[in-house]
Every structure is written in structure tokens, then in C-alpha cells.
């Protein structure tokens, strides 16, 4: 039988390349590490950082998408394993509910930090798991927009929609440029967290927290808006912004990549 030659396996039969093709993501941890991930949070019910087993689940599953996000892979194009994987018919079966665990989980997690920060004054931002990815993103997102000649400064209004209880986007916003930044977010449990993490910070001159829906703010004068990745009418909340502020620059996160497993990507 003659060979094909395949991406992923190298020189492989016709009729095997199915099975080591889908066998690829296996072969780098990803859907093993998914699917225990998965068997670990779906019955539970205390996803905070105090439930450490959920702590070593998650952990694993970032660390091994982490890990082919390493420098050493950066350029390298992961579109047909990322699809291959997606496509597995027991990921497919589990991905939406995850996607919805997950979301639980971060807030859970911010929720837990939040806490954490406002009642022991002595505590760190520094010391939250995220820290360095956070400070790195925002960075990262700043550069992309002063190349495209739209850099965020201390004159600029930015806007972050879904601010969650652990503002961490918008203090780096700050901290990196001295803009201005108003928080926005519809979970009022959330608003109240971060107005009072964001006092105890003695940056509530500087950083406002709205309690609302981003399709039903009026952003008449701001120059910046970024829209989490968790927020799920980003669409929406886009087409508002445009109307409102033609002239202001929009951000939308996303997930792209194996990062597709922690978040519904953008449309």
C-alpha cells in the first residue's frame, strides 16, 4: 500500500492516518489532560482556589496549553492539531459545558483573590497566580495598538468591558499608562468586590467600577474600549460602541489556538 505523507505522524500508511492523527493530541497531553480536567470539575461544586483538588486540575490543563504557547513554538501553525482536537467526537460531546465550568472556575477564582486582597491590607497583587500574565497581556496589547498609531495615554478614556471582581486589566491599563479606565460589568456581586478592592488600592479616582450591560452603556467620549473574552455578547457590545464612539478603538478578546479550549472564540 503506498504511503501518505501526514502532517502531524510523519510518513504514515493511508489507512492509519486517521488513528495517529487523531492520536496527536494525545501524544502531546492536551486531550488526555482535557478529558481528566473535565471528569474532575463536572460534579463540582466549590471551584475556588479552596478546593485544591479543582487548584491541581486547572493548573495541569494550563500548564499543558501553556506549553505549546512557549517561545520555542511561537510561528509554528497549530490550525489543523487545534481543529483535529476540536473536532474529537468525545471533546465535541464535553466542550460547551466546559466552556460554561470553566467561566465558573475563573470567577471563582477571582472572586476568592478579590477577598483576599480587600481584607488582608498587607497582601500583594503580585502574589496572584496571574500576575505576570496579566501585566505581559496588557503590555502586549498596548504596543499593538501605539504601532497602529493608537497608543492609549494619560489623556485617553479607556473603557474595560467585564471587568469581573478582580479588575487586574484595568490596573495595568492604568499602572502601565495613567489613562483613565471605567469598568464595566453586569454581575452586581462583582461591581461590589472590585469597587472595594479598587478603594482599598486608593485607585478609585482613577479607575471607576459601572454596574450595567456593555450593549447599554452610552460611551460618548471615550477613546479605548477592550471586551473581555467572557463576555457573551461581545458583538453587541461592539456595535454600541461603534455607534456611540465611531472614533474610539476597539479590543476584543479572544481565544485562538489551543487557548480555544478555555474560551468560545470570537465571531
Not at 497602529?148 to 478582580?166: E, M, N, R, Y
Not at 502601565?176 to 468586590?193: E, F, I, L, R, W
Not at 478592592?197 to 460618548?220: M, S
Amino acid at each position: 500500500m503506498p504511503e501518505t505523507n501526514c502532517h502531524h505522524c510523519g510518513g504514515c500508511k493511508a489507512e492509519e492516518k486517521k488513528d495517529k492523527c487523531s492520536g496527536l493530541k494525545d501524544r502531546l497531553g492536551i486531550k488526555s489532560m482535557i478529558l481528566k480536567t473535565w471528569g474532575i470539575l463536572k460534579d463540582a461544586d466549590d471551584l475556588s482556589p479552596k478546593n485544591t483538588i479543582i487548584n491541581d486540575a486547572l493548573k495541569g490543563l494550563v500548564e499543558t496549553i501553556l506549553a505549546q504557547s512557549a517561545p520555542q513554538n511561537y510561528g509554528v501553525d497549530d490550525s489543523e492539531d487545534v481543529r483535529l482536537l476540536l473536532s474529537a467526537p468525545e471533546i465535541r460531546e464535553i466542550i460547551e459545558s466546559m466552556w460554561k465550568k470553566l467561566s465558573c472556575a475563573e470567577a471563582a477564582m477571582e472572586f476568592w483573590w478579590a477577598d483576599k486582597f480587600i481584607n488582608d491590607v498587607k497582601s500583594s497583587l503580585d502574589t496572584f497566580w496571574y500576575r505576570d500574565n496579566y501585566r505581559e497581556l496588557v503590555r502586549l496589547e498596548l504596543k499593538l495598538w501605539k504601532e497602529k498609531k493608537h497608543p492609549v495615554t494619560k489623556d485617553s478614556h479607556f473603557v474595560f468591558i467585564g471587568s469581573g471582581p478582580l479588575p487586574m486589566t484595568a490596573i495595568d491599563v492604568h499602572e502601565q499608562t495613567g489613562a483613565m479606565v471605567t469598568c464595566v460589568d453586569n454581575d452586581p456581586s462583582a461591581v461590589s468586590k472590585s469597587r472595594l478592592l479598587i478603594r482599598r488600592l486608593n485607585l478609585h479616582k482613577v479607575i471607576k467600577i459601572v454596574q450595567a450591560d456593555g450593549k447599554n452603556v452610552r460611551y460618548e467620549g471615550i477613546t479605548h474600549s477592550l471586551i473581555a473574552a467572557l463576555v457573551p455578547n461581545q458583538s453587541e457590545v461592539a456595535f454600541r460602541i461603534i455607534q456611540d464612539a465611531p472614533k474610539a478603538i476597539i479590543g476584543v478578546r479572544s481565544a485562538s489556538g489551543f487557548f480555544t479550549i478555555f474560551f468560545l472564540p470570537f465571531n
